[in-house]
Structures are given as C-alpha cells and as structure tokens.
C-alpha cells in the first residue's frame, strides 16, 4: 500500500503546486514496470488462501493499466486522459463492488 500511496501523493503534490506532469508520467513507468512482477506473488497469495482476494488481481490488472496510459497521456495523447478516466471509475467501482474475501 506504501508503494501505491507514495505515487498519489507525488501526483497530488505536483497537481496543487501546478508542476509539469511529464516526471509523473515517467515515474508511472516505473510503477507498471514493478507491477509487471506482482502477478507471481498474487497468484501465490490466491492459492494459499483457497481462492480468496480475487478483487485484488483484477484491480491491480487495472491499476497497471492506468500507470502505463497515464505515461502517454502526460506526453501529448489527450485521448489517454479519458481512457485513463474510465479506467480510474472502473477501478473505484471494483474497489467498492467486489467482495474481497
């Protein structure tokens, strides 16, 4: 949670003090990348727990989605902003709608 928390809150700081978003989009680079190792150890987690925590993998299949869109919308791709958009709904609605246990 620390890792995700740490990239909103570099976005909400950049967002209020009206900074250029392109480091944002380089740090979202990043945080796909290091995501692209996740699917491992949540598929472990999964197996252990019987099945459980099945919200968790389709949010983070989502989550890095939105990291690597937010890369090229910050870059010029205005249409990336509103994929990105609906991304973010959908994944807020998963948060809420599925069961995690």
């Known amino acids: ?3 995700y928390g740490f990239f909103w809150v570099f976005l909400g700081a ?3 003090r009206g900074a250029d978003l392109r480091p944002i989009g380089h740090v979202s ?3 796909a990348i290091v995501d692209l190792w996740f699917p491992q150890l949540i598929l472990e987690v999964q197996r252990a727990s019987g099945g459980k925590y099945v ?3 389709i949010s983070w299949w989502f989550l890095t ?3 690597f869109v937010l890369y090229a919308g910050v870059h010029g791709k205005a249409v990336a902003f509103k994929v990105n958009a ?3 709904i959908i994944l807020a609605l ?3 709608y599925l069961r995690s246990a």
């Open 1 to 3: 949670m620390v890792f």
């Open 14 to 16: 950049s967002l209020v």
């Open 29 to 31: 680079i990043g945080f």
């Open 55 to 57: 919200s968790l993998t």
């Open 65 to 67: 989605v939105v990291f």
């Open 86 to 88: 609906v991304l973010l």
């Open 94 to 96: 998963l948060g809420f």
